[in-house]
């Protein structure tokens, strides 16, 4: 039972960081390989304000946030003046000095050794140390955020970011700033997905470079990818299956050492069909249904 | 400080052939083919089983594992890239579709083989020959050779020859060569062999060199990126500067600094390319479209 929480709970932080990959990648076209940095962003600042200075975790929220939003800003300002494999190949940069600097500052980061003893939640002095109250805490958030960015896709600014990645030329031709869109869809992505982050680092309590590396961002990308571009709904369902896929493989009786492999090779294999059939997201692929 | 200079060739070689095998797939599909990391990895592997598993005698366990490594880079394009690019979509959709081959792919090497790093030189660590008070190994010889070798002679395929010059009238205009006769999809698997030759040569260079693990083609196609980046795509002086200027980076960053903060001054580099100099050396265009 402790475990299937446990499961619920990943759950919870795999479909805020996809659904906020979402935003930026399904709206406004802007596919970005750094976010599993972003998210590492908000675990390492949640960590070292928690651990070195004893804050709580509602200074901590804003803070990563903050930090995190920060960064970004500054980041999609160089990023930004890339297009289309250009620009993931500079977010995989990015990427890689976050995670080069979480692995190597040791003064700061304690490097691969990682930080342990991070204290868990303790809300308006009731502990957050149990299952079910941190689950309860994340559906809470994973809510607010899914309604947060359905708010943000049926506004204004939510058709100018689709019109964007229709067509990008014509928008500016009718007089939105594209440059000023993009930069604002990036930064709230990373923002949000630095939430997780936070969540992420109170609750396993002790956190390492290893959890943010470029093939946790491939991850999270193949999850939007495989839910659909610009579906929020269809991003929770595959944050689901990622998240239960080698519990299911296990459940068939494969080996743990297997099924970790077996579970990335699945997701290619969709990735692959997904581009190659030219279908938006899984639920298309089998379904048949064009959206236009 | 020779030693340093002696080093930085050596790596610098091993971009530049990276770079190549990388622009050779660029040229004529438009795309950046994340799924030849996969096939440096296989080259490594697969000599790696012939040799080592099998004991085959190793001269022949190469050919093999060369002749393996370029049948895979065509089903690769013909199974999966022929379909997209008949399609028509965009680079970003080739771009993902190769990150998932080259995910696939990767994993199937590390369910074989495990993610543990293995050894192919099992031959005695050898202190090297001393040249002019620097020391090089038999390996490191070697692939200042052959890269060197290969690098030209790929060059001189590309300026003088006919499917050189095919290859370049596919890059420069698609449309214009099928009126001209010019058989696209047959150049395409030309340089598509090409380059998976180059790739699995690197592989095998570089597994000598140094330890290898399922994952060390993505790092060295990354480092073979940022070249491209920096020095153009299609400029072969750019290319050169950009593996030297990669390289001395790095070597100088490790004997300087720490050699922990290598990748980070490598990314850093490119970045401050990017915005301070977004054509790179050559000064070509990187956008593909102009607002």
């Known amino acids: 039972m402790e475990y299937i929480l446990h499961l619920i709970i990943f759950i919870c932080f795999y479909t805020i960081l996809a659904q906020s990959l979402n935003l930026a990648a399904g709206k406004a076209g802007l596919i970005s390989l750094a976010h599993a940095g972003f998210y590492g962003i908000g675990a390492y600042t949640t960590a070292i304000l928690s651990v070195k200075l004893g804050l709580s975790f509602w200074i901590n929220l804003p803070f990563a946030m903050i930090i995190s939003g920060l960064i970004a800003f500054v980041v999609s300002l160089i990023a930004l003046r890339t297009i289309d494999d250009y620009f993931i190949i500079c977010t995989l940069g990015i990427q890689i000095i976050i995670f080069s600097i979480m692995n190597n500052w040791m003064d700061l980061t304690r490097g691969p050794l990682g930080i342990p003893g991070i204290p868990s939640i303790n809300l308006f002095g009731f502990p957050v140390d149990e299952k079910i109250p941190f689950l309860v805490l994340s559906i809470v958030i994973v809510a607010l955020i899914w309604l947060v960015l359905k708010n943000i896709y049926n506004s204004g600014f939510g058709k100018i970011l689709v019109a964007i990645s229709e067509d990008e030329i014509y928008i500016q031709s009718v007089g939105k700033n594209v440059y000023k869109a993009k930069i604002i869809s990036f930064t709230i992505s990373a923002i949000l997905a630095s939430i997780p982050g936070v969540l992420y680092a109170h609750y396993i309590t002790y956190i390492d470079p290893t959890s943010f590396t470029v093939n946790e961002s491939i991850f999270i990308l193949s999850i939007v990818i495989i839910g659909g571009l610009g579906n929020l709904s269809g991003s929770f369902f595959a944050a689901a299956f990622m998240v239960l896929l080698p519990e299911a493989l296990r459940f068939v009786g494969m080996p743990d050492s297997i099924a970790a492999n077996m579970r990335q090779i699945i997701y290619g294999l969709i990735l692959v069909a997904v581009m190659m059939t030219g279908k938006n997201g899984v639920k298309e692929l089998f379904l048949k249904k064009h959206s236009f | 400080m020779q030693q340093i200079i002696l080093n930085i060739l050596i790596s610098s070689s091993l971009y530049l052939l990276v770079a190549l095998s990388f622009s050779l797939i660029y040229y004529t599909t438009k795309f950046f083919n994340i799924a030849l990391a996969a096939l440096i990895v296989f080259g490594s592997y697969f000599v790696y089983l012939f040799s080592v598993q099998l004991n085959f005698p190793f001269l ?171 020095g153009g795509i299609g400029s072969t002086k750019g290319l050169i500067s950009g593996s030297l200027l990669i390289s001395s980076v790095q070597h100088f960053s490790a004997y300087y600094i720490d050699s922990k903060w290598m990748d980070l001054v490598t990314y850093i580099i490119l970045i401050s390319f990017l915005i301070l100099k977004p054509l790179g050396f050559s000064g070509k265009r990187l956008r593909k479209v102009e607002i």
């Open chain 2, 60 to 230: 022949f366990a190469v050919i093999l594992s060369v002749l393996i490594v370029i049948i895979l880079g065509i089903l690769n394009e013909l199974l999966v890239f022929y379909h997209l690019r008949k399609k028509s979509v965009s680079s970003l959709k080739y771009f993902i579709a190769s990150l998932g081959l080259y995910v696939i792919l990767q994993n199937c090497v590390s369910l074989y083989f495990g993610d543990d790093s293995k050894v192919i030189n099992n031959t005695e660590v050898l202190v090297g020959n001393k040249i002019f008070s620097v020391y090089i190994t038999n390996i490191q010889l070697l692939t200042l050779f052959i890269s060197s070798v290969l690098f030209i002679s790929i060059n001189l395929v590309l300026q003088k020859t006919k499917i050189g010059k095919s290859i370049r009238a596919v890059e420069s205009n698609v449309n214009l060569c099928k009126i001209y006769g010019i058989n696209e999809e047959r150049i395409i698997l030309i340089s598509v062999c090409l380059s998976s030759f180059l790739a699995a040569i690197v592989g095998i260079l570089s597994a000598f060199d140094t330890n290898m693990s399922p994952t060390f083609g993505f790092n060295l196609l990354l480092y073979g990126l940022v070249v491209i980046i920096i």
